[in-house]
């Protein structure tokens, strides 16, 4: 395949806007091709999106689609060609998710928590969404074992752990939820920070961050660890987000990459007391980015309409469906991990809402460096992923940025700096933020560019970069990036003008790190015991088994033994 | 040969612990498990043949000629009724969803006369609930509601629930309260420390009852509420609020007793007003080994979790329409296809004989009162014994079943596979 005459942003590649003419050979970019000539002449090419934080796959996002069947009805498409039905908004259907993150463009999507005991149920998941290439960061933060080994400062065996978990789950990386906070919520309790004690662990949140980093780092593990903060969600916790990012500042990376990425940035950026003087701390937050280099950020960029909450954050769950009144589900997971789901409104003259809404946008804007900065709504806590062309072209246009604040509360400009904010992001910035960050982010090196050998997932869109001009013509931008011209997945056209021509199965990919046996062997004395004493299923029957991830991608990562 | 840690394929427990001893193919003694899931292991009489009805008498033929025809009946069905699915392994289920977005029909399961009043109950409030181990290592407090495990899940209370000994549960019993609320003495509440009798039909009353003793507004309480006197009621809800972790479980008592999926609304109510206060989980005890299974596999593949209606290419859900015994009562289905289940002995009689005057299909490994109205029969590996796959215990947890035998029989999966053939076979053959 040879894809004619784009206009070709690949950032990683030092490429901003080249005409120029991409091979594809075998599912890979490739120097020489031959067969289907595309003809892109004039027009934005960019490698497949990638979406490196996004609720896809598993049980809190099937309990989502369970008690909300108001939300199914949102999105009904009938089976058509080569496609499924489809259902869902906020929350839907597998089939849904691969297909419409398809027709934007974008080609790879990981889903960003689940528990290793129910990580059967994500890979189930992930299997039936059809098209995209996919992961499951998996959760360490309220573990047993990992507050354990803690407590022991035994860091060897916890990276054992680590391992053991990201195999048992088939997992591709470490997230951390509320650390202390879901095993406190076992008995109904919450941690306040992340120096208060977590109940009969006898350890800190902010042990087990820096423990489980140290873990990730000894594992060489492609992605860092992913955290989402103690107090999210709740006025004032940006002081909790900058002592968070203080505690890692010295963790040297092992690999080319950060040490720590935080998961949708705008549920931490709040200041004020209470909601009442609620108001946004995105510069301070956007200072401590630019000032220092060991953390990235997702977005979270709130919209406003419905969205459905989700996450390991049951305590905040809980506070979610008091202060809405809204149906509440919650899911503890024994020695695990907790969870909840709740649905949400966000509403334009709810100067909260409205807050939040610009704060994730000044997040984007404020933070110089794209490379630290990827676009997400936290679908769908924020906003459901098929709204990404509505955030990009908010960042890309301050008229209409404009537009949209003078239909928000009154009070907002008093809130916020949003408005005085010029900044308008270009496509290299768009790039960065939507493909070549969060590959890189991952350490998916195949991903999110277009060097010889990667994956040939390539998206074509109806825009001419070179006559275009996003801040004016935001609208016809917004239109053409919900309907890619082309997107192609490994060398396949899998949609054309939004209509899915192929749905190909992708790849999950899992990441196998090594670690000395010594360590596995005082590992498995531990394990033994809480499985005989207090897992409510027996260790044979526990792992993930290869029949659920028949189209595996292994990373393998760990400790390198010296050779005797 | 001895399997370690088989899983049971009997009831929503799915014990993981069973040990099955295996001798020349053939399944000798069944270890850990309880008496029904023994028996459901070790197995009984099986559906010999496939087999059609022809002048009345169900003869014997070869599985491709059953395949057709089975496949013909849902073809020329304006709307059939796919349903059952609950004794089968996810894998199969999957294969019969694409069957009904193929043949356009409606696929139901037998939550719709078990559960499926706590699906809607859900639907409306939300469900707080936890995994199974999370109740054994925590709960001091565990009400059961309309359920009997000692005899519906004889297991739970060993494993789970009441005399388990967990890390914050080390005395077992002896640390626990055990509640019981129910029309009647069982065998469930000759061991629990407070056992609670209410007139049948009156769950709503009871339940909301607690709900405003438990928040302090018990001066508007009557004086009696389904039977119980007040003080009795006030003395449930101190103890409820005196738990460190409370846990309800409930079963079909409440989803099938006078007010339905409202019982279960007001339930996940007061469960969710309870956590104001301290912390408590809500659980159905579902029946069926994969029951639970179903409901996650029609969710994540059509959005609704039971009654999908696939007739107009896109899923459309309204329980009291589309679920199966409403489609029967009003004759609005055509043809049947019932898999891994009994709808024969489980429906309403009305629905029965609406059943018995149109074409049925039945893939099961076990003869059974379906099997007396069914045109076409087609016999299967028991799944969860003789071919592997997922099935979602109670607490939603995925598990994959083990095989444990070699069998001749084709699995759920294998059979449903060879029906989509069929009609595809049949529809290029209509397309012509």
């Known amino acids: ?87 869902g908004y906020t929350v839907p259907n597998c089939y849904a998710i691969g297909y419409r993150y398809a027709r934007m463009g974008y080609t790879t999507a990981f889903e960003a928590a689940t528990p290793i005991i129910e990580a059967r149920h994500t890979h189930e998941e992930l299997e039936e969404i059809p098209i995209l290439d996919k992961g499951a960061l998996t959760l360490f933060g309220n573990n047993w074992e990992v507050m354990e080994c803690v407590r022991d400062k035994d860091i060897g065996k916890l990276a054992a752990y680590v391992a053991w978990g990201l195999r048992s789950a088939r997992g591709y990386g470490v997230k951390i939820v509320n650390p202390g906070g879901g095993e406190a919520w076992g008995f109904g309790s919450n941690v306040k920070g992340p120096n208060d004690p977590v109940p009969n662990f006898d350890v800190t949140g902010a042990e087990i961050i ?59 950026a709040y200041g004020g007391t209470s909601w009442r003087d609620f108001e946004s701390k995105a510069p301070v937050i956007a200072d401590y980015f630019n000032s220092h280099n060991h953390a990235t950020m997702d977005l979270g960029q709130l919209l406003f309409g419905s969205a459905t909450t989700m996450t390991a954050d049951a305590p905040l769950e809980y506070g979610n469906a008091r202060l809405t009144h809204n149906k509440w589900s919650n899911h503890d997971i024994e020695l ?21 809404w610009a704060i994730g946008l000044e997040l984007a804007l404020l933070t110089r460096d794209p490379w630290k900065v990827l676009m997400t709504t936290d679908h769908p806590n924020g906003s459901p992923f098929i709204n990404y062309p509505e955030v990009i072209t908010l960042l890309m246009s301050k008229p209409k940025r404009d537009a949209e604040m003078a239909t928000l509360h009154e009070q907002l400009p008093k809130r916020t700096s949003l408005g005085g904010i010029e900044r308008e992001l270009d496509w290299t910035e768009i790039a960065i933020m939507t493909r070549a960050a969060p590959a890189r ?90 499985f005989e004493k207090y897992y409510s299923v027996r260790l044979s029957n526990y792992a993930v088994q290869d029949a659920y991830v028949p189209h595996p991608k292994v990373i393998r990562a760990g400790i390198q033994m010296e050779v005797a | 040969m001895i399997v370690e840690d088989a899983i049971c394929s009997f009831c929503g427990c799915l014990c993981d612990d069973i040990n099955v001893e295996v001798e020349e193919g053939k399944i000798k003694r069944v270890r850990h498990a309880c008496r029904l899931g023994s028996s459901k292991i070790l197995g009984h009489d099986r559906i010999k043949a496939p087999m059609i009805r022809r002048g009345g008498e169900l003869c014997m033929v070869g599985y491709q000629e059953a395949y057709d025809r089975a496949a ?40 719709t006369v078990c559960h499926g009043p706590s699906v809607i109950g859900i639907e409306e409030k939300g469900l707080p609930g936890a995994t199974l181990g999370q109740v054994k290592n925590r709960a001091d407090t565990i009400v059961f509601w309309g359920c009997n495990p000692a005899e519906a899940h004889p297991r739970h209370s060993l494993r789970y629930s009441s005399n388990v000994c967990g890390r914050f549960t080390p005395e077992g019993r002896a640390g626990r309260t055990i509640v019981v609320v129910d029309v009647r003495e069982t065998r469930t509440s000759k061991t629990a420390d ?76 007061l469960v969710a007003e309870l956590n104001s206060h ?46 199966a015994c409403d489609l029967l009562a009003k004759a609005d289905t055509d043809a049947a296809m019932i898999i891994a289940a009994d709808a024969a002995s489980s429906f309403p009689r009305a629905a029965v004989e609406a059943l018995a005057k149109i074409p049925v299909i039945q893939i099961d490994p076990y003869e059974n009162p379906t ?5 076409v029969v087609i016999p299967s590996a028991i799944a969860g014994v003789e071919a592997e796959g997922t099935a979602y215990r109670m607490d939603g947890m995925a598990l994959r079943m083990r095989k444990l035998v070699d069998t001749s029989y084709p699995s759920d999966e294998e059979i449903l596979s060879h029906i989509l053939e069929s009609v595809h076979r049949l529809q290029r053959g209509l397309e012509r």
């Open chain 1, 1 to 87: 395949m040879i894809i004619k005459g784009g206009i070709v942003y690949d950032p990683a590649n030092g490429i901003f806007g080249e005409e120029m003419d991409l091979c594809v050979d075998e599912g890979r970019m490739a120097e020489d091709g031959k067969g289907e000539v595309i003809d892109a002449r004039g027009l934005l090419v960019m490698p497949g999106g990638v979406d490196a934080h996004s609720h896809i796959a598993g049980t809190k996002v099937n309990t989502g689609r369970i008690m909300r069947p108001d939300d199914a009805r949102l999105g009904i498409e009938p089976r058509s060609g080569v496609c499924r039905p489809c259902t």
């Open chain 1, 210 to 268: 820096c423990g489980l980093a140290q873990a990730n780092e000894m594992l060489r593990l492609p992605h860092s660890i992913h955290l989402h903060f103690n107090n999210l969600g709740k006025p004032g916790n940006y002081t909790t987000a900058l002592e968070t990012l203080e505690l890692l500042k010295d963790i040297k990376p092992s690999r080319m990459r950060q040490v720590v990425h935080v998961a949708h940035m705008q549920f931490s």
């Open chain 1, 336 to 356: 695990e991990e907790s969870s909840g789901v709740v649905p949400m409104v966000y509403f334009r003259k709810m100067l909260v809402n409205a807050v939040q």
């Open chain 1, 441 to 530: 982010i991952l350490g998916l090196v195949d991903k999110g560019h277009f060097g010889p050998g990667a994956d040939a997932d390539i998206s074509i869109y109806n825009l001419r970069p070179e006559e275009i001009d996003p801040s004016r013509d935001h609208a016809l931008v917004k239109k053409a990036l919900a309907a890619a011209k082309y997107t192609i997945k490994s060398g396949i056209v899998v949609s054309q003008e939004g209509q899915i021509l192929a749905a190909p199965q992708g790849r999950t990919f899992w990441v196998d790190a090594a670690v000395p046996q010594a360590d596995m062997d005082r590992l498995m004395v531990d394990l033994q015991e809480k």
């Open chain 2, 72 to 111: 013909e009946i849902l073809l020329r069905a304006q709307k059939p009724l796919l349903y059952g699915w609950a004794s089968t392994v996810c894998e199969a289920q999957k294969k019969g969803i694409l069957l009904a977005e193929e043949v356009g029909g409606v696929l139901d399961s037998t939550a």
């Open chain 2, 194 to 269: 407070k056992t609670v009798i209410i007139q049948p039909g009156t769950d709503y009353e009871v339940i909301s009852a607690l709900r405003m003793l438990v928040a302090g507004k018990g001066d508007g309480v009557p004086d009696e509420v389904g039977g119980v006197p007040k003080a009795e009621l006030d003395g449930l809800a101190k103890t409820l609020l005196a738990a460190r972790f409370g846990a309800v479980f409930f079963g079909l008592g409440i989803t099938h007793s006078r007010g339905r999926y409202k019982n279960i609304d007001n339930a996940l109510s």
């Open chain 2, 278 to 323: 301290t912390k408590f989980v809500i659980m159905p005890m579902r029946g069926h080994y994969n029951v639970g299974g179903i409901g996650q596999v029609l969710a994540w593949s059509s959005g609704f979790p039971m009654s999908v209606d696939f007739t107009r290419n896109a899923p459309y859900f309204n329980p009291g329409e589309t679920a």
């Open chain 2, 371 to 375: 099997t007396l109205i069914s045109e």
